[in-house]
């Protein structure tokens, strides 16, 4: 209490003393603390990611954040001109203009330019060297720019991912290469390629396995590290003599020329993006920058809120004096440890206050999506709000600024069912959903499942936990078993929703309901004499093939007030007084309810709303008995479903389907929280609350992403899986005849045999 009361006051003086505001990660409190001195000026400003403190300083809402390399490349291309650098941060070591840059080594014999280069060997650091923290987009620039990768004039991309067409046309243009590291974010992908191009690993050296280099360095040679990727690309470039290229960076190609191979170094020369060479001189490797490059990286630097940039400037230059720590406990030395760096790193101060654009545009200026060139098409992420498809806009643009593809664009409709219906119209690609709508989705959408969406274990939101409940009034009387429902009224959160299934499910297992009947409003409305299954009556959540009149389904629904007092209503949304979990709770309150199929999420909170007390109800398990005891504490076994609670869903049979999986893997490598923070290029939080909102893209439960395979370990996932395999035993058999005829000897029989057993159980 005394320490909060203690912290509370601190914030209140700094903030009178106009504290400067800093961005800190929300996963790193104990530096507020820290950072809580004594005659600090700075407060804590926490922010979920990079890209809120991104928002929140361009809104004026923090007033100092630092941003990696990438990140700054990313605001040049966001346009962010309402904040502006302060100073960058150096290498105390390196006395260069860029963080690093990256060029084409060849021999000094080349000719014909970049096409020069057909034909010839490859010798790349590889796709997963961590030492300079290259881009997708950085480590691809020479393989775009000479091979075409980009460009797939007459390419067959059926089934196929953007990883391979990429490798499809680099085999093609390269004899041989070592480009080593993983290919594709997706393990099976990326195992596939390099089978199926080995001509890519050639040069990596016995059992290298295309994960690294093997080839003999020789000797070693002090300051210059025979175990560095750029250092071993340019080995593999000089110990042969046929003609290749080496693409790497410029403060290794120094090291390797004068002080590793000095011997060499005229033998060859840089080649430049506009095809011409510069030979390897004395003079040319002894100087920081390079004579011509490829990419030229910004260093990260500090950036702060537009207006009190020159304030905050001059502020700086006081507490770091020099650029560098003052040393020492104090707060600006606990400030610049946290947010700068160590002994390492020094702050340039930017004396001219450039805004994002003029400070990485010269150096970095990327082509905007639309005009880029790719050979799988952007895929469309589907949006149903503005704050969501802001989410998606700036990931879109991190997408691009790395160079992950294929690229994503953002789509925003109005509901979740729009953006069904538009990716089965084609006019989007993909959404993560809750699993409330995986049935409609499947059945009415054609849609499928490309990912799961993996949740922590320990919160209880993660999973969709579906009971049957009772009233506990009637439930040892009347209804102890499934077969009891038959002619009861029952209430469903939503049509065709997952509790919906779920009771078929039971129902189908059971036999209470034909196992042949595919109709699922049909054999549900038919087994109740009444209902509220909030949605049935809208074409959104109609039934495919379905010629069933769905009104006994929406009987038992009310209105919310007199607002909406019409004769009958069947609404999806809060119009409906039984919409929802809570609603079907409320509706079990009913005096004319006799059971309701809900998820237990709050359900505490949804008994008290509908003025029910827990040990007013009894539930019925999944396997035909009825719960122990009243209440609603049951264990998984006694659930209808206990599954994932949202997978992302696309086309079934889309042609591209597996370029979205990969790409779906690549995003949760680099966004999701794989992404080690001190690697991350771009800190962005997919699976993270944005701009202080929950549950954008996908719910703030998930932490990752897991396959669609029956075969999954992930148990929630199976099960998931499993709800759906009688809706995919009707299409794949031939459809039912609709109508009467669908009402087979079968169900007639079934329907016989249990009305006797039913009468035989009630009485
Ligand atoms: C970036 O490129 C575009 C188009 O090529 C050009 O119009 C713009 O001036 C460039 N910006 C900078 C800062 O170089
Ligand atoms: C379906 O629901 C939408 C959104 O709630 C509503 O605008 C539309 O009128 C409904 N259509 C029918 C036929 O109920
Ligand atoms: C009726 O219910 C709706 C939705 O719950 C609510 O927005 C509205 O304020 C209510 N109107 C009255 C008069 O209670
Ligand atoms: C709704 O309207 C009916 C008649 O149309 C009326 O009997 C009933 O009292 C009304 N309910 C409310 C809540 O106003
Ligand atoms: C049915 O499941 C419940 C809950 O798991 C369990 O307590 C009960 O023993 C089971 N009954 C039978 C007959 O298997
Ligand atoms: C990789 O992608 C393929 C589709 O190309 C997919 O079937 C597979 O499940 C994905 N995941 C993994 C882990 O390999």
């Given amino acids: 209490m005394g320490v909060k009361l203690f912290y509370l006051l601190s914030v209140i003086v700094a903030v009178s003393a106009q504290g400067y505001r800093v961005c800190i990660p929300t996963s790193q409190p104990v530096l507020c603390q820290s950072l809580d001195k004594d005659g600090s000026q700075a407060v804590c400003e926490p922010v979920e990611s990079k890209i809120d403190c991104a928002i929140k300083l361009s809104r004026g809402d923090a007033d100092l954040g630092v941003f990696s390399e990438e990140e700054m490349v990313l605001l040049s291309q966001e346009k962010s001109s309402t904040v502006r650098v302060v100073g960058s941060v150096r290498d105390a070591f390196r006395n260069e203009p860029f963080a690093f840059e990256s060029v084409a080594v060849v ?123 750029h250092i071993q690309a340019l080995e593999c470039l000089r110990r042969e003599e046929s003609k290749g290229v080496a693409y790497v960076a410029w403060q290794h190609v120094r090291e390797y020329f004068t002080i590793r191979n000095p011997q060499v170094t005229t033998s060859f020369a840089l080649l430049c993006p506009d095809g011409s060479l510069q030979i390897l001189t004395r003079e040319a490797v002894s100087q920081t920058t390079a004579p011509c490059s490829f990419v030229k990286q910004p260093w990260r630097a500090l950036v702060a809120a537009e207006a009190r940039s020159p304030e905050i400037q001059n502020q700086l230059k006081l507490w770091w004096p020099n650029g ?33 654009i003029v400070y990485a545009s010269p150096l970095r200026n990327i082509t905007a999506q639309d005009a880029s060139p790719s ?112 002619g009861k009224k029952a209430c469903f959160p939503e ?177 999701g929280y794989n992404a080690v923070t001190s690697t991350q290029l771009i800190n962005l939080a997919m699976y993270s609350p944005f701009d202080g909102v929950n549950d954008l893209l996908f719910r703030n439960t998930a932490v990752g992403l897991s396959e669609p395979s029956s075969v999954t370990a992930n148990e929630p996932a199976r099960n998931y899986n499993e709800l759906f395999q009688h809706l995919d035993s009707c299409t794949s058999s031939a459809p039912p005849v609709p109508g009467l005829g669908s009402r087979n000897f079968y169900s007639y029989v079934t329907f016989i045999i249990m009305a006797v057993m039913t009468r035989y159980v009630i009485y």
């Fill in 107 to 229: 021999q000094a014999t080349h000719t014909g330019g970049l096409e020069g280069l057909r034909g010839g060997r490859y010798c790349h650091p590889g796709l997963d060297e961590p030492d300079l923290r290259w881009s997708p987009r950085v480590l691809k620039t020479l393989e775009k720019v000479a091979a075409g990768t980009d460009r797939c004039p007459d390419a067959n991309m059926n089934g196929k991912t953007a990883e391979e067409l990429e490798v499809e046309t680099l085999s093609q243009f390269f004899s041989s290469a070592c480009r080593p590291g993983p290919w594709s974010a997706n393990e099976t992908v990326d195992l596939d390629l390099k089978s199926r191009y080995q001509s890519l690993c050639s040069l990596c050296g016995e059992n290298a396995g295309c994960s690294r280099y093997t080839i003999d360095m020789g000797v070693n040679i002090n300051n210059v590290n025979n175990n560095n990727r």
């Fill in 495 to 671: 049509f065709g929703g997952i509790s919906y299934l779920s009771f078929v499910r039971a129902a189908h297992e059971r036999e209470v309901i034909s196992p042949s009947e595919c109709d699922y409003a049909r054999a549900v409305g038919e087994f109740f004499t009444g209902a509220c299954a909030p949605g049935a009556l809208n074409a959104s959540h109609a039934i495919a093939s379905s010629d069933y009149d769905v009104t006994p389904l929406c009987s038992l629904c009310k209105p919310a007030n007199a607002t909406f007092n019409v004769s009958s209503i069947c609404t999806y949304d809060s119009s409906n007084k039984y919409y929802g979990n809570s609603g079907a709770v409320a509706c079990l309150a009913d005096p004319e309810a006799d059971v309701a199929f809900v998820e237990l999420e709050n359900i505490d909170v949804n008994l008290r709303a509908a003025g029910l007390d827990a040990s007013q109800i009894r539930v019925l398990c999944r396997n035909n008995t009825l719960a122990m005891s009243v209440g609603v504490t049951v264990d998984s076994n006694c659930l209808l479903a206990d599954v994932v609670d949202s997978e992302v869903l696309s086309r079934r049979n889309d042609p591209l389907l597996n370029s979205l999986n990969a790409l779906l893997d690549a995003l949760d490598l680099h966004f």
């Fill in 324 to 356: 560098a720590s003052p040393g020492g406990n104090i707060w600006t030395a606990v400030l610049f440890s946290a947010i700068v760096g160590g002994n390492n790193v020094r702050v340039n101060f930017e004396d001219a206050l450039p805004n994002p």
């Fill in 375 to 486: 050979c799988v098409p952007a895929r469309r992420w589907c949006t149903i709000s503005s704050l969501e498809h802001a989410k998606c806009t700036w990931l879109q643009l991190a997408v691009h600024t790395l160079g992950i593809e294929p690229a994503i664009s953002c789509q925003q409709r109005l509901s979740s069912f729009d953006c069904l219906r538009d990716i089965k119209d084609n006019t989007a690609d993909f959404i993560a959903t809750p699993a409330n709508y995986g049935y409609i989705a499947r059945q009415r959408y054609g849609l499928s499942s490309v990912k799961l969406v993996q949740n922590s274990r320990n919160d209880p939101r993660a999973f969709s936990r579906v009971a049957t409940l009772l009233k506990a009034t009637t439930a040892s009387s009347e209804i102890t078993r499934f077969e009891n429902l038959r």
